[in-house]
């Protein structure tokens, strides 16, 4: 099945941890998204990649970090220095095209709750 | 300019009922519309997308209205059913950028 795997689906960290959200996808999209997902804010987009080796902050990076080192995967990194990270994250995938429609589609998320 | 405003924040409709959302947009340089259905505790998927060129586009019992003097588009669910009881997002982008600027959704229940 093609698609987009998240793990885990839940994931607990206390104060001062640095976690990091698996997304894997195997549509072989050359674009990848991570989101934040707070009620009544809708989605904010925290990085993005649109290669392999190469990503650009979103609109709110600040206390995350992602890698891009293999086309399928693009991991993301809550730090420490993230002052309120609970919230439902989101990653999503897209061929990747500048011009014309880039559907994205997402995976299933990942329920991160502070302690 | 950037934002997409969706209204309104909650709805709830008797089964058979007609619910409408609707986003308005400043940036005329938008050219792609999506909407996104999501179930409690899962990801978003994509329900429909229209683009500025037509001003209705149908799927099922799911029709999406562009008016682009206006600079809004709206989600029409027909016949609506309780399984269709979700949070509604609906997105724009614009060429040359992979970015979507999504509205702050609505929480739909359709009532048995």
């Known amino acids: 099945d093609g698609g987009i795997t998240q793990s885990p689906k839940y994931l607990f960290r206390k104060e001062g941890q640095n976690v990091t959200l698996s997304c894997e996808q195997n549509?072989?999209?050359?674009?990848m998204y991570w989101y934040r997902q707070d009620p009544g804010q809708g989605l904010r987009l925290i990085y993005y990649?649109?290669?392999?080796?190469?990503?650009q902050k979103g609109d709110i990076a600040e206390g995350y970090s992602v890698s891009r080192e293999k086309k399928e995967s693009f991991p993301l990194t809550v730090t420490s220095a993230q002052k309120n990270p609970t919230a439902f994250y989101l990653c999503?995938?897209?061929?990747?095209?500048?011009?014309?429609?880039?559907?994205?589609?997402f995976g299933p998320g990942t329920r991160l709750t502070v302690l | 300019q950037q934002q997409v405003k969706q209204s309104p924040q909650s709805l709830i409709v008797q089964k058979g009922g007609i619910p409408i959302i609707n986003c308005a947009y400043e940036?005329?340089?938008?050219?792609?519309f999506p909407w996104y259905q999501q179930f409690p505790g899962k990801g978003p998927a994509l329900l429909i997308a229209?683009?500025?060129?037509?001003s209705e586009k149908k799927e099922g019992r799911f029709t999406i209205s562009f008016n682009k003097s206006a600079k809004q588009f709206s989600l029409h669910i027909m016949d609506s059913q309780p399984g269709d009881s979700a949070t509604y997002f609906c997105?724009?982008?614009?060429?040359?950028?992979?970015?979507?600027?999504f509205g702050t959704g609505t929480r739909l229940k359709v009532l048995a």
């Open positions: 999503a995938s897209s061929i990747g095209k500048l011009l014309g429609t880039d559907t994205q589609y």
């Open positions: 549509l072989n999209h050359d674009a």
């Open positions: 990649s649109q290669i392999v080796n190469d990503f």
């Open positions: 940036n005329t340089a938008f050219d792609y």
């Open positions: 229209i683009r500025p060129d037509v």
């Open positions: 997105a724009a982008s614009r060429p040359g950028t992979y970015k979507y600027i």
